[in-house]
């Protein structure tokens, strides 16, 4: 099924520069990306980008649909409106997507903000941490069709990405992934805060990025 699209124009005529397409985690809803004030954090900055909010339900995953779903979508028919660059927000489940949109779709976006994002089953993150980390690891293993397993070992493989930024919680409980994800980035691109898995974080994660400048103000920036 298309997945539905909620599209929030931002300040300029025509789409933006940017287009920050925000993905939720498996048991929140789009709208929840309004109500945290993250819509909102975007929109105090006079940050020149559209926003959209994809149905990226659990179905999608459960289906392995979703990277195809966000493709067709969302990020092509963008392109297609002459949006000049395209960068996933996600949380939690959302940051599933996002990084593995990267991995196979690298150049048809031009970043990741991955906010405490799920990296796998308990058992898989010890396997690649028993191994000696992500790139020990993936040198180890065969392929497969688990696609768990399969954005480790595409991260881990020296797979051309955009850049990637990871920010999680101190006390998130998916922190042991995290901190084996922080070994495939470079360490101006990770983040943390004091706080778990829960909205309050992210929100205080979300500002610290947006805080960085990297996004135009302008409406002719490209």
């Known amino acids: 099924m298309p997945m539905d699209v909620l599209t929030l124009a931002g300040p300029c005529k025509g789409p933006a520069p940017v287009l920050l397409v925000m993905l939720p985690g498996a048991y929140s809803r789009p709208r929840d990306f309004v109500d945290e004030g993250f819509v909102d954090a975007v929109r105090s900055r006079a940050i020149a980008a559209d926003i959209a909010l994809p149905d990226a339900s659990l179905g999608y995953f459960e289906d392995r649909s979703v990277l195809h779903r966000l493709r067709e979508d969302v990020v092509?028919?963008?392109?297609?409106?002459?949006?000049?660059?395209?960068?996933?927000?996600?949380?939690?489940?959302?940051?599933?997507?996002?990084?593995?949109?990267?991995?196979?779709?690298?150049?048809?976006?031009?970043?990741?903000?991955?906010?405490?994002?799920?990296?796998?089953?308990?058992?898989?993150?010890?396997?690649?941490?028993?191994?000696?980390?992500?790139?020990?690891?993936?040198?180890?293993?065969?392929?497969?069709?688990?696609?768990?397993?399969?954005?480790?070992?595409?991260?881990?493989?020296?797979?051309?990405?955009?850049?990637?930024?990871?920010?999680?919680?101190?006390?998130?409980?998916?922190?042991d992934a995290h901190a084996l994800l922080r070994t495939l980035l470079p360490a101006e691109r990770c983040f943390d805060t004091a706080g778990g898995h829960d909205w309050s974080t992210w929100r205080t994660l979300w500002n610290a990025w947006l805080a960085r400048g990297l996004l135009p103000t302008h409406c002719a920036a490209r």
């Open 76 to 175: 092509l028919p963008a392109r297609a409106r002459g949006t000049g660059r395209v960068w996933l927000v996600s949380i939690s489940l959302g940051g599933f997507a996002a990084l593995g949109y990267a991995a196979r779709h690298g150049d048809e976006i031009d970043g990741v903000v991955a906010l405490a994002p799920y990296l796998g089953r308990r058992t898989l993150i010890q396997q690649i941490a028993a191994a000696g980390g992500p790139r020990a690891w993936a040198g180890a293993t065969a392929a497969d069709d688990d696609p768990e397993a399969g954005l480790w070992r595409a991260l881990a493989g020296g797979r051309s990405v955009p850049p990637v930024y990871l920010g999680a919680g101190r006390d998130d409980r998916f922190a």
